[in-house]
């Protein structure tokens, strides 16, 4: 029987402590009593299906864990939240998770997929004695075809590990995240995540052509297609792209994967208003349409506080109300140079772009990509942040932001010597992402209210969604009938 963990808001302490108990910290969460307790008879009957390097026992006697070895499994990396599992399974193949999750579905015990465990929401960490199935030891590439692009691998595979193994062979994948030399393939499709680049290669949805998964009775369902086109039958794997572990445990994705760019170009602009990045994105999909692979914006505090922990110098001489990052890929660099040129142009004549640079090498094409990816990491220096995910229309995206920060302020929570330390916005404009950060040097009660359920309540007055590619928290759970029909969610 699996079990689906949710939280709100991000936990982080400082100086190394360990964070509290995600139970006490969250006391309204309860452990629910159909749930059995994990025996020494369980962790003797695992031993039949798992080698004994595959099981972390902090049950058994003769093979008691410490809490030094449970940590890593129960405490996500961001070290927010902390779970109590006393047992860790490590299977090596799709058989032995059927053997796990039958076993488990019999005896009414709770489990935990764990990935990469590199989620911002806690989702792949335990909050009481759930058993944690962790898919580390599934890291096979099991074939390759350079023809077609189709490649087929175990859910356990690190994602940089595999987008490297694709470069050798001239290919890419096509998701690019900033943990990738963490997260695991497995974990990619079951949260769909999107990443930086999803306004080039399209969603999760589009890519991946079959998965092969264990249901929570242990059944396996092999769906591992390597077709594009198959009509046969429902499209099951559509309901397991996000479902974050609540049908079953992806242990393997069949997924296209594009060429290798030939021509990468990054160009970093300042703008006077949202309104310019708004045009901006417009004249980009008209000059560089089809070599467009990335849109990022983010606001003038976002900025201001990743250069100001990553240690980056501002690229741009003067400051900015916000920033556009700005990526091409393209397969001619002649053809790219030029549609590029004719973008700077147009941007640059109709005054929409303050100031901008280009990245002359991979060093600075790097440090430009590395003002956006340290931002999520950035927020969470002063002691604490609250992170929402939502998708919006574009011409209301930032407006959340503004609006947010005017109540805060007027609440008087905002400012040098006050809780909060400030409210940022940054994302990406190809597909209405908006991540919206408030680094706090303390958790408060008082904010908490100020934010929820105001923001939820917004977004669905704007017809948005309360988690665009992250997984659903504990914070958004009670809300998301509000803003989806609520069969979408009995039916699961």
């Not at 077609?148 to 175990?154: A, P």
């Not at 950035?378 to 011409?395: E, F, Q, R, T």
Request: proline share 4%; charged share 20%; aromatic share 8%.
């Amino acid at each position: 029987m699996l079990s689906r963990r949710l939280f709100s808001t991000s936990r982080r302490t400082l100086g190394g402590f360990e964070p509290s108990l995600t139970s006490q910290s969250y006391p309204e969460i309860k452990r629910n009593p159909n749930f059995a307790l994990i025996t020494g008879q369980d962790v003797s009957h695992f031993g039949t299906i798992l080698s004994r390097n595959s099981i972390i026992d902090g049950i058994s006697p003769e093979n008691n864990a410490s809490e030094e070895d449970l940590a890593p499994f129960n405490v996500d990396w961001m070290n927010k939240y902390r779970g109590q599992s006393q047992l860790v399974l490590k299977p090596k193949s799709t058989s032995e998770i059927s053997k796990i999750l039958s076993y488990c579905n019999f005896r009414k015990l709770a489990v935990v997929p764990q990935g990469g465990n590199t989620g911002l929401v806690g989702g792949s960490v335990p909050v009481f004695d759930e058993i944690i199935l962790n898919l580390s030891s599934m890291n096979s590439i099991r074939s390759f075809d350079p023809v077609s692009g189709t490649l087929v691998c175990d859910a356990g595979c690190i994602l940089e590990v595999v987008d490297n193994y694709l470069a050798e062979r001239g290919h890419i994948f096509p998701l690019d995240l900033g943990a990738k030399g963490s997260c695991h393939i497995g974990g990619n499709v079951a949260t769909n995540a999107g990443g930086l680049r999803l306004l080039r290669y399209g969603s999760l949805h589009g890519t991946i052509l079959g998965l092969e998964a264990v249901l929570a009775d242990g059944t396996i369902m092999d769906a591992l297609s390597i077709l594009r086109k198959d009509n046969t039958g429902l499209d099951l794997k559509q309901l397991l792209i996000g479902s974050e572990g609540t049908i079953g445990v992806i242990t393997a994705v069949s997924i296209l994967c594009p060429r290798k760019p030939k021509a990468t170009n990054v160009a970093f602009f300042g703008l006077p208003s949202y309104s310019h990045v708004r045009k901006a994105f417009i004249s980009a999909k008209e000059h560089l349409s089809e070599i467009l692979s990335a849109f990022e914006f983010m606001d003038s505090a976002a900025q201001k506080l990743s250069c100001h922990h990553s240690g980056t110098r501002q690229v741009l001489e003067q400051d900015h109300p916000f920033y556009v990052l700005i990526e091409t890929q393209g397969s001619n660099e002649t053809h790219d140079s030029e549609k590029l040129e004719a973008f700077l142009e147009n941007v640059m004549s109709l005054q929409i772009v303050s100031d901008g640079v280009l990245a002359q090498d991979e060093s600075q094409l790097k440090s430009l990509w590395k003002l956006r990816e340290f931002i999520p990491e950035a927020c969470s220096k002063s002691g604490g942040v609250y992170k929402y995910d939502v998708s919006l229309p574009l011409d209301c995206l930032y407006d959340l932001v503004t609006e947010l920060k005017n109540r805060l302020v007027d609440a008087g929570v905002v400012g040098e010597n006050k809780t909060v330390v400030d409210v940022m916005g940054y994302g990406h404009i190809g597909d209405g992402n908006l991540h919206i950060n408030i680094p706090v040097r303390h958790y408060s009660k008082e904010v908490a209210s100020l934010l929820e359920p105001w923001i939820f309540e917004w977004i669905g007055l704007h017809n948005g969604s309360i988690s665009a590619e992250h997984e659903h928290d504990q914070a958004n759970e009670g809300h998301k009938g509000s803003l989806r029909p609520q069969w979408n969610f009995e039916s699961v």
